[in-house]
T-cell receptor
Framework: QQQVKQSPQSLIVQKGGISIINCAYE??????FPWYQQFPGKGPALLIA?????SEKKEGRFTISFNKSAKQFSLHIMDSQPGDSATYFC???????????FGKGTMLLVSP | DTGVSQDPRHKITKRGQNVTFRCDPI?????LYWYRQTLGQGPEFLTY????????KSRLLSDRFSAERPKGSFSTLEIQRTEQGDSAMYLC????????????FGSGTRLTVV
């Protein structure tokens, strides 16, 4: 049973465009939702995270939108740059229990 | 402190051999995690330690897998009698028990079983 479903699998965006990646979760007890960025040959690195008491969180060009009733959250990358080309993973975990359940990932390519 | 360190970065082994990987977490982090990542998939949880105690093991962790963290610092993951299906990236991560501390991952050990 896949508890965190991520889409799309891959995404091509032009430089300066907006990249949008979506995730849906099943377990309503999840209360921590991070996004990780992974470059080839490297481990995932935390990009931005949100808790369900807010509907949006913004850090620089990266924004998480969270819809608790729909059990969905998304990552928006504004003014996408070639350096953003990487694989992005959404994840979720339970309160006070930090083992993360990851989505399958989205490979983003930002064309120059 | 340069982050989470994993050794070796790459390992090629013949089927049936045993392999051992090492992870050195961030020094002030008392939680240590092992994940496995196969091509095109997200990391899958294997096990985690708080200090030297192994608190949880995934069903993915078969009897051939064993992890230790004897002094609450570095950890080792051993795979006995390796199979081709064990080929994957093995990721180590660490965090502290402070609420909101994110997991910091190492660069992983890529295992290829031939």
């Amino acid at each position: 049973q896949q508890q965190v479903k991520q889409s799309p699998q891959s995404l091509i965006v032009q430089k300066g465009g907006i990249s949008i990646i979506n995730c849906a979760y099943e377990n309503t007890a999840f209360d921590y939702f991070p996004w990780y960025q992974q470059f080839p040959g490297k481990g995932p690195a935390l990009l931005i995270a949100i808790r369900p008491d807010v509907s949006e969180k913004k850090e620089g060009r990266f924004t998480i939108s969270f819809n608790k009733s729909a059990k969905q959250f998304s990552l928006h990358i504004m003014d996408s740059q070639p350096g953003d080309s990487a694989t992005y993973f959404c994840a979720a975990s339970l309160s006070g229990y930090s083992t993360l359940t990851f989505g399958k990932g989205t490979m983003l390519l930002v064309s120059p | 402190d340069t982050g989470v360190s994993q050794d070796p970065r790459h390992k090629i082994t013949k089927r049936g051999q045993n392999v051992t990987f090492r992870c050195d977490p961030i020094s002030e982090h008392n939680r240590l995690y092992w994940y496995r990542q196969t091509l095109g998939q997200g990391p899958e949880f294997l096990t985690y330690f708080q200090n030297e105690a192994q608190l949880e093991k995934s069903r993915l962790l078969s009897d051939r897998f064993s992890a230790e963290r004897p002094k609450g610092s570095f950890s080792t993951l051993e795979i006995q009698r390796t199979e081709q299906g064990d080929s994957a990236m093995y990721l180590c991560a660490s965090s502290s028990t402070m609420e909101g501390t994110p997991l910091t991952f190492g660069s992983g050990t890529r295992l290829t079983v031939v």
